[in-house]
């Protein structure tokens, strides 16, 4: 028994070799260049997306700390806005206390001396009472007319010493 070789190196063998070398060579120009063409403009399309979302991510963060920024800004200028109203209304109310108690110490003040003229009239009608009770007892005891001017003259005595006798 002899050996057989497996393969035999035959001329149809060489032309199958240089078939599939042209073959491959053929594909590799017209298939596998531009199917590898394809891939990096596809990974460099990637890259690109990659690199534009990280650069709207840093965008983004940078917005959200201005507007948290701006937000702590706007809070405090309402906290301050409410603390000068604050402020204000206390001293409104400060003024309205003032102007009151003001008001309120005129009016007292007016009252005692609308009541002091009132005490001073009365005390005048009250002499005037007097003096003509005064004078008719006294008419009455001497049963004699006076004279006019005898008669005032002895009122007004007779007032300077009741009120001298307070």
Not at 44 to 51: G, L, M, Q, R, S
Not at 72 to 89: D, F, H, M, P, W
Request: negative net charge; charged residues 35%; aromatic residues 4%.
């Amino acid at each position: 028994m002899g050996f057989k070789p497996v393969v035999t190196i035959t001329w149809e063998l060489a032309i199958q070799i240089v078939n599939t070398i042209v073959l491959f060579w053929i594909l590799k120009r017209i298939l596998f260049k531009p199917v590898l063409n394809i891939i990096d403009a596809r990974e460099n399309a990637i890259k690109t997306d990659i690199a534009t979302g990280e650069q709207a991510k840093n965008e983004g963060l940078a917005l959200k700390a201005e507007y948290e920024q701006k937000l702590s800004v706007a809070k405090n200028e309402g906290q301050e806005i409410i603390k000068q109203a604050t402020l204000r209304a206390e001293q409104k109310s400060e003024e309205i206390i003032s102007t009151a108690k003001e008001e309120a110490i005129r009016l007292k003040d007016k009252a005692n001396r609308d009541i002091a003229q009132e005490k001073e009239k009365v005390m005048n009608e009250l002499k005037n009472d007097i003096s003509n009770i005064a004078i008719l007892a006294a008419s009455k005891v001497i049963e004699k007319d006076i004279d006019q001017a005898k008669h005032e003259e002895m009122i007004n005595k007779f007032i300077e010493e009741v009120g001298e006798a307070k």
